[in-house]
């Protein structure tokens, strides 16, 4: 409790994982959360962040702002519901991530994920539109993205799906070879600007959002 008053949040939470189902430990562990997880970040901690009902990857850290990824793929789902050539600031992923997944974080979780605004350039080897601008809370990466915040393609790759998921890629926001495609992330975690066409379900979802610190 000291170390809580103290915002060690770190420190806490080792002695209260110790201590197990001692009392309401396990209520404490709860409690701190929230700050726990700001703390390991700010600590430089990157990878197995839980934030929410998820565990995260750090990808960069800016003016007291976390950019952040899930570390599996989270869910199945279409780019697009119909094969009308969209882009991300038209598609139903885009819909799905800023209302049914973000709803899945508590008020507090809320409070912590700005609005931001995502810019989607014309695809780079295809010339395929991006889109307008759009203001999210819940997105995904670009193509330049992808490539700029890992290593190689095996960094790329998600750790494994979430239970329920079975995903052979992973989309991007970024508009594919043709306006009926978007591009993906193979299995290998190879880029393609190519991509896959918006209405195919056997692409998953890593979803991106910053977090305040």
Do not use: H, M
């Not at 997880?37 to 995260?56: C, L, N, V």
């Not at 975690?189 to 056997?202: D, Q």
């Amino acid at each position: 409790l000291f170390l809580i008053q103290n915002k060690d949040y770190i420190a806490a939470n080792d002695i209260f994982t110790q201590l197990g189902d001692y009392r309401d430990c396990k209520e404490k562990i709860r409690y701190i959360s929230l700050g726990l997880t700001q703390q390991k970040i700010k600590a430089g901690s990157k990878r197995k962040i839980r934030f929410g009902k998820y565990e995260w990857r750090v990808l960069t850290i800016n003016n007291g702002v976390a950019l952040i990824i899930t570390e599996n793929t989270v869910k199945n789902i279409a780019y697009s519901d119909d094969l009308n050539g969209v882009c991300w600031s038209e598609c139903s992923v885009r819909q799905y991530l800023n209302t049914t997944f973000y709803d899945e974080f508590s008020l507090d979780e809320k409070a912590l994920i700005p609005a931001t605004t995502v810019k989607t350039s014309d695809n780079p080897e295809y010339s395929t539109p991006g889109g307008a601008d759009t203001s999210d809370r819940v997105f995904l990466l670009s193509i330049e993205e992808a490539l700029q915040f890992f290593s190689d393609d095996a960094d790329r790759k998600p750790d494994k799906s979430s239970p329920g998921v079975e995903a052979d890629w992973t989309w991007l926001r970024s508009s594919g070879g043709e306006r009926t495609f978007a591009a993906i992330i193979e299995k290998s975690g190879k880029v393609s600007a190519g991509g896959s066409r918006i209405t195919n379900l056997r692409g998953g979802v890593r979803p991106v959002i910053f977090v305040k610190l």
